[in-house]
């Protein structure tokens, strides 16, 4: 399929799948191996036990099915409820859009708290509804810690301040696919009952791995939960687990060794500096969108996304066409607007594997397409005004110190 | 995870995942890409076009989905059947007994039909079945046309031949993990409705890909079928079909090209010189078993397979000795007994990206093994019968001649 | 050897070993093989075919040497040169300085004629040298047309001019290294009669290639020529390309793969626009350092190097401290100053198998090491030079329209 | 290059190339790098120390260089001689012709001791004419430890017997291409001056690097020797050493990355272990040649290799047709005869990372291939005799008791 190809890097800009690591694209070049030799096993504990570092959680059990986000969600779903369960769910873009159809065609009860697309949860709505529900009849707060599709991240702690304040037992399921291992995510001290992401977003993998870590009360839950399930079930894992083979069907070898290179350079770089550097690179996005007079997507700062950021552009311009433009002329790769906001936002994903002069070379490209496209940008200046934060935050490398 | 190092090349002859071809190893070796550029979209179109061809099906519509053979078991069932629907599956090693659990976990009320470990499916009691079910409740035939626990080769153009001559409209699923792209399989002519597949099987590539397949009539049944499923359903890909953009969610850009290259390599070998290089493979096995006065666990010559041949041990011998000191000393990955045959068979896989010599090889292994744990074996009399007929009948490589 | 690690890519910017494109590392990613078989002849056949093009010439013959760019300057000098032989040889940076110091060492009677570093070669000496050389004792002109050291580009076309003006037999050997598959070179038009690279340069291959190719008139010379060789000697490779075996001793098997995935990307991009390519990188760095108000280390227009620029920094900056920031703190690697120039000058290497935005996200990062290391630079200014140009006359992917 | 794709494994038995582990294959996809950051010095300082473990020295100096074999011969030659010099030669085979050849053509005084193609080197005549050189005129001595075109290994302990006992001060110079981290070799216990070995043979590693070591006495040497040479000159090397960044000129990033995980492997496995491993890979081969009722190449015990068995065919049959027909046939690659054995012996290449199942598989092609060719092989007869020997040999691995 090389007639695509085009000189040098293709810069990936969309928010996932992301850019891998070379040792983690070394980790995987590997024939297959028999997945029952004692090899497998011996290191499918220590990346069970590692994940749970990128969880925040000592507490959880995490479950890595070979999967995507959607089937991530699924296996959130169907191991916690039952059909008819009424749940809580914020829409507030495509993905929250797509977990909530999700949620509907399982046949739970959702109850959907909507938002402008760019604005947040509404948690004042979640409020009133605990507030209400003292029969507790609400079983499950849903909500995605940052919307893909708007470069809106949520505020978890909130949300269980709010299930404590009203002592509402509900379990809490937060999709994390664009968050954990980029943001802030603390799954313990949060009290989040599932947590899930994908392996092509933060962690740098290719797509392929559903990555989902249940509380003991999501555990429990699984128990009675009646929603039907057989390859997203936990309870085979649970089995397999206690045998210490741990697989109830085959797992992908190299996918295995990859998530293995992947956690050794997450701790190696640690996970702070991890989450220090997606703040960096969102922050930079921002002061350059700030820069050429564009409008984020996102409406209040409280919810900017440090893995993400939807550009708004001018009406009299359509995003899709910088984005087609952007993979013609400049091999660089930016998300499309989706649904409510397509021809209306583009975004630039900046999670994962990145550094900033990559940033930079990004937001350089972006600066000359919207000249392409007509919007009377000045040439530099996005990149002037990240460079004069980055200038002043980025850390010397450590291991080079 | 080096400490499992040892000299020289794994030989891995378990049933999968199997060798993966040099060319498809490095078609993998990328980083990801953005599945909504152009690219991709043009990629799967000729990849779902040229799945079509080795399911042998022109009618058909394939699904590559992110999941393994048990997702893709789970795809068939949901996508065309209802909960309480009867169906009529065969039992007959360790395999089929999990794809039935599967189908009473999805609350279908299965009529299982056993076979004793090492026979085939029992045709003769579905034709009775068939034949008493004038009312037509049999909603479907599921049969596992490889059983890969015992090497038995189901015949499918009988189970058609039945379902013809009762006239009886039950749908035809069809396992096909450890047959389809190395077993002779004929989708349209022997009018299964759903086949399926799993990437790391005769494929030759890395666990991660379901492939499945879904006759007209699958398609139709999938209108009504009131399973419930998200992940798996078939009219999220459908809808993506029609857009031209192909994908639901996320796919994994690294399978994809590999399959691309999995495809050409299979497609330039030529499919039915694939099939005959297995049915070659698996003669010179059988061959070797018979010389070393063992008995192969498939009881008729009607059911051997291709693919995987399982070897009966004398009872004083414990099989799962074999494959434990096959890895430690041999770097040699052989397949367990599984469940009832546990300790009491050793598999050798012969199925994926393999040649006689490295067959031979193996063999010589299997022979210093039996040695090793007691069985008197004459070193070289299996390799001796295998080579004898191999020798007569390997081809030359057409691309040196 | 992880304790360099620094998350995201590395920005490789020195002026060889450059980027090695993904298809190449995948080309290259595989076992050793027999190079007696058929495969690795019919291999060669085609890439010292496809070799001549990249030195536009038909009536070259090309030597695929397993060595440096050291060893392809031995390689030209003893197969046409004789002990002794009076050369003229222009001495204009560190590494026609280098050459200087091989051609001494070797024995033959060196001519430098010295330039300011900074300054082309001084053609006007050659001038004189050739009116008054009525007896031909000058057997060769030696030239690096790139120098690396420097950032300066040599006229070729005028050396000719002048050895035709004067007719004068001299052999004419050049040093092509950081300019064939860059510049525009033309073996046969300028009647080169040794023109040599290595495969780390803008053939974007690993080290590890000589790539020599000769003139008729070079191949006679090597019939009487004096200076012992084996190694490099042509004589032996001839011997094997008549037989058709092609190889007088192991090549790496690796490095034919990737030189014919090399050439292929090459070929497909189009030479002229890969030199169009290296000529809008070139400017635009140019561009970025005029902005930021320092001077380039080439002290005249005709000379500029599309390949590589030296920037001079304020004397009270050490230009070794930049570049060791820039690995420290951007993951960026430049090159040094080498010898007179060291400490005073910081190379950007912009060759090989790059594109703008890459180029435009180094330059963002050397104007936050300026400021760094405290010189008073405005930050976007020279992106902003740069991207004003280069978005005029980027133009769009071929392969993608 | 797919036109010549075959099903399944290459089966490699060519004395070199061979095969390549796969933890270094996937040690060597990479990009290239700076080779005058900090990383690649530190990196090549580990493997400078270890590299002299290979060759059993503390007191050596290393010297790693990209090129070949034959670029490795003529460093130690070059760097230790003077042209006229006297030194003392064995002819036994191709590769020891060619290395006189080279000696010849450097213009050295070469006092070639002639062995018929499948002795060894006669050092009755070396005794003879180190007694009569009173006068020293004898500068060194050439010696292939292993002759790759007979199989045929020399004793280099009786060499440095004879020196001593003579007291004769010649330089000690041993080709160890075939030999080096394969066969027990002592570069310090022995005397050895300068000893060598390319990286595609016992290494394991692509074509690309000549390894040499010298003694104390023979870089003392090296700093009269009027050889020319400038690319092989070791003071460059020195020169950098001294400096810390180790490179006269650029090396191959990849390589020195694939040389530390092929030594990391080697180190692991044990280096003794790995020699007990050839010993016991050319012990099963010559086994099989003798159940097969051929003849070895190598006439006398004494002189068997561990690394290459040169088997004689009938004078009915051409060798080079059983080497055609692997490749064609079997995907196995065998070494034809060269020279004076051309068409009279192929050769088994069992050197480099390769275990006992691999051999197995080898020989029983090796069978087929006999039966092929007309003649009248028992069909497993080799397997058995090499398997019977194996069986009650073979270690276990042990990583993985």
């Not at 697989?247 to 992908?252: A, I, N, V």
């Amino acid at each position: 399929m090389d007639y695509v190809y085009g000189p040098g890097r293709n810069h990936l800009f969309v928010p996932g799948p992301v850019n891998i690591p070379e040792p983690v694209i070394r980790a995987m070049n590997r024939n297959n191996e028999d997945y029952r030799s004692p090899a497998i096993p011996a290191l499918t504990k220590t990346l069970l036990e590692d994940v749970k570092k990128i969880f925040k959680t000592t507490s959880g059990t995490p479950f890595i099915i070979p999967t995507t986000g959607t089937g991530a969600w699924e296996s959130a779903l169907t191991n916690t409820l039952s059909p008819g369960d009424r749940i809580v769910s914020f829409l507030i873009g495509q993905f929250s859009l797509l977990w909530i159809d999700q949620q509907q065609r399982l046949n739970f009860n959702v109850d959907v708290v909507e938002s402008e697309w760019g604005q947040g949860a509404n948690l004042d709505v979640l409020a009133a509804k605990l507030a209400a529900d003292t029969a507790h009849t609400i079983k499950a707060i849903c909500i995605v810690h940052n919307e893909t599709a708007t470069g809106v991240t949520n505020n978890l702690a909130n949300v269980r301040r709010l299930l404590d304040e009203y002592r509402h037992p509900a379990l809490f399921l937060v999709d994390g696919v664009s968050s954990i291992c980029a943001l802030d995510f603390r799954m313990d001290e949060w009290g989040v009952d599932v947590a899930l992401t994908g392996s092509q977003k933060a962690l740098s993998l290719p797509t392929g791995m559903g990555l989902v870590c249940a509380s003991p009360k999501a555990l429990e839950a699984s128990k009675t939960a009646k929603s039907v399930r057989v390859f997203f079930d936990w309870s085979d894992y649970l089995k397999f687990y206690k045998l210490g083979t741990y697989w109830p069907y085959t797992p992908s070898i190299q996918l295995l060794y990859g998530l293995r290179a992947a956690l050794d350079l997450i701790f190696e770089e640690g996970l702070e500096n991890v989450i220090a550097r997606h703040n960096r690179l969102g922050t930079a996005t921002r002061l350059a969108v700030e820069a050429w007079g564009l409008k984020n997507c996102t409406q209040k700062e409280e919810w900017f996304s440090d893995t993400v950021t939807a550009v708004l552009v001018p009406p009299y311009i359509d995003s899709s066409e910088i984005v087609r433009r952007a993979w013609k002329r400049y091999n660089l790769s930016l998300g499309l607007g989706l649904n409510k906001v397509a021809g209306k936002v583009f975004r630039i994903g900046h999670l994962g594997n990145l550094n900033e002069l990559q940033l930079l070379g990004c937001l350089a490209g972006v600066e000359m397409l919207l000249k392409d496209v007509g919007y009377p940008v000045k040439l530099g200046s996005g990149v002037a005004a990240a460079s004069a934060y980055l200038q002043n935050n980025i850390p010397l490398i450590p291991s080079r110190i």
